[in-house]
């Protein structure tokens, strides 16, 4: 069985810094493009960053220059490093392998970050 556990999230105030993991099991993540999403609550699942096999990366906007996707196929592991966070960046974060036949998703863990 797919499964995958997300960690690091937490409460922290306007400027900190947070690094969340995503850890795969029943699952090599190798050859999967991984994705970071977030859901704040009363709105839509919102697409953060990727980071292909090959390690190109992409975000959205808003996290641009703040955000850093990585990913350690040894541990079966991708990381999303948050820097100078904003009260709009208050979700749950989720992550996400796509594979050409298959998505398979994480079950979030809460970044809340106060003013």
């Known amino acids: 069985q797919v499964q995958f556990a997300e960690s690091g999230g937490g409460l922290v105030q306007l400027g900190g810094t947070l690094r969340l993991s995503c850890t795969g099991s029943?699952?090599?993540?190798?050859?999967?493009?991984m994705a970071w999403y977030r859901q704040a609550p009363g709105k839509q699942r919102e697409y953060v960053a990727t980071?292909?096999?090959?390690?190109?990366?992409n975000y959205t906007d808003s996290v641009k220059g703040r955000f850093t996707i990585s990913r350690d196929n040894a541990k079966n592991t991708v990381y999303l490093q948050m820097n100078s966070l904003k009260p709009e960046d208050t979700a749950v974060y989720l992550c996400?392998?796509?594979?050409?036949?298959?998505?398979?998703w994480g079950q979030g863990t809460q970044v809340t970050v106060s003013s």
């Open positions: 996400a392998a796509h594979g050409r036949y298959a998505t398979y």
């Open positions: 029943g699952i090599t993540i190798r050859p999967y493009t």
């Open positions: 980071i292909t096999l090959i390690l190109n990366t």
